[in-house]
């Protein structure tokens, strides 16, 4: 059982119809870039509640989650209706594994994510470890439509302060969109087209892969990395991959 705690929310931001991040105080434990909190409202008499990972990197605050509003969804069409001021509750000690935690360094860090699991990374990109372990570091975003593509300030930031070493490849799958690679992450990767665009093959000698989104991405790009010799990351066995289920 989670020791919930009180939040407030701070702000609230509606990228697009059913597409939104909200930035909340509260006095959680210290987490680790990659960790998720649980986030949750009292309905019906029930505390209704789900994971999310935090967008905001451990040295910042407010605290920041993205979120799509599933319309079936016991959670998420009132999550999505709270304004600045609103309460809701919030776990106090952060949880997870997708993090850089025994990741051996290497010289290209491969970050996948699809939909909102692009929030993740953000926090990861804005802590010093993954520019510490890794040469470059790629981060790909497989979208369906271009209005899907978020977060282009925080991006342009990362990158004015990478430069060379960050490289953001956009894929959107059921439009055309000029500065987006078409079809899905595990198509471009079979068609070897993300490797020809950094320049660099995803290779057990040299990259690590972080996999994040769709359970059927996860589940294909694996199959194809395992083919290529790359294993899975463990706290006790260290890999060449990491993922994690926990929805």
């Known amino acids: 059982m989670s020791d919930w705690i ?7 931001r509606r990228w697009k119809e059913g597409l939104y991040s909200m930035q909340f105080e ?3 434990a210290d987490f680790t870039a990659g960790q998720f909190i649980k986030v949750a409202l009292d309905i019906d008499g029930d505390r209704v509640g789900r994971p999310y990972s935090l967008v905001n990197p451990p040295h910042q605050r407010p605290l920041e989650i993205y979120f799509t ?35 051996r360094p290497g010289r290209e860090l491969w970050m996948l994510a699809t939909g909102t699991a692009l929030g993740v990374y953000l926090s990861i990109l804005r802590t010093d470890d993954p520019w510490a ?26 990158a004015d302060a990478q430069r060379e070493r960050f490289t953001f490849i956009p894929v959107v799958s059921r439009e055309a969109h000029p500065a987006a690679l078409p079809g899905r992450i595990t198509d471009r990767i079979v068609a070897g087209d993300l490797e020809r665009r950094v320049g660099a093959p995803i290779d057990p000698a040299r990259s690590h892969v972080m996999l994040c989104g769709n359970s059927e991405m996860i589940k294909e790009v694996k199959v194809i990395l395992e083919t290529r010799g790359l294993t899975r990351h463990r706290r006790q066995t260290p890999g060449h991959y990491t993922t994690e289920h926990y929805h």
């Open 26 to 28: 509260a006095p959680i």
């Open 69 to 103: 509003e599933i319309p079936s969804g016991p959670l998420t069409p009132p999550l999505s209706h709270l304004d600045p001021g609103a309460s809701l509750w919030i776990s106090a000690k952060p949880n997870g594994i997708f993090t850089l935690e025994g990741v």
């Open 133 to 158: 372990l890794f040469e470059r570091v790629i981060l790909v975003h497989g979208v369906r439509q271009g209005d899907d593509l978020t977060y282009g300030e925080t991006l342009s930031l990362i």
């Open 6 to 12: 009180k939040g407030r929310v701070i702000a609230k």
